[in-house]
């Protein structure tokens, strides 16, 4: 039962040994940009808009099928 468990597991000598590499740019800090009533009414508006939109195709593809 315990090799069964372990089936899906790495074995040890898999680990990676190398480090990523770093990003050439310097990285600007951003600052954090509050969430008001009038940029959650707009996200709200992009989303209802925006998923049937993308959606659209998928739905159209199945009626066709």
Do not use: Y
């Amino acid at each position: 039962m315990d090799s069964e468990s372990r089936a899906f597991e790495a074995p040890v000598e898999a680990t990676l040994t190398g480090t990523p590499l770093r990003c050439p740019r310097a990285m600007k800090t951003q600052k954090l940009v509050p969430w008001t009533v009038s940029r959650l009414v707009m996200a709200g508006l992009m989303a209802a808009i925006s998923v049937p939109a993308q959606l659209a195709p998928a739905v159209i593809n199945r009626r066709r099928a």
